[in-house]
């Protein structure tokens, strides 16, 4: 049974810095992308970040080019998300995703088939 479960949100000021983890178990990590998307209130999921299953590229939206990094470590089963330089409108509730389809990771919610819990991140001005 795949299970994904995210961790490391919290309270910070603007400007300051958070990391993400999604521990992956049930699956062989090393044979699916992983992504991180976010849900603001009232807002609909939108996609952040992807690292490859393969080749390790990384894929990224505009609005967090140079402020985020996504990465993995096969050898634990984790992805990570290092969010800098964090802005109130980065407030929301932040989810790992995975799957395993040919080609480059996918950036949309209903291409991915494993999620996890969601862990909550604020950005106070």
């Known amino acids: 049974q795949v299970q994904l479960v995210d961790s490391g949100g919290g309270l910070v000021q603007a400007g300051g810095s958070l990391r993400l983890s999604c521990a992956a178990s049930?699956?062989?990590?090393?044979?699916?992308?992983m992504a991180w998307f976010r849900q603001a209130p009232g807002q609909e999921r939108e996609f952040v970040a992807a690292i490859s299953r393969s080749d390790g590229n990384t894929y990224y939206t505009d609005f967090v080019k140079g402020r985020f990094t996504i990465s993995r470590d096969n050898a634990k089963n984790t992805v990570y998300l290092q969010m800098n330089s964090l802005k109130p409108e980065d407030t929301a509730v932040y989810y790992c995703?995975?799957?395993?389809?040919?080609?480059?990771?996918?950036?949309?919610?209903?291409?991915?088939?494993?999620w996890g819990q969601g862990t909550q991140v604020t950005v106070s001005s």
């Open positions: 049930g699956m062989t990590f090393s044979r699916y992308h």
């Open positions: 995703a995975a799957e395993r389809r040919l080609g480059p990771p996918p950036q949309r919610t209903h291409e991915y088939d494993y």
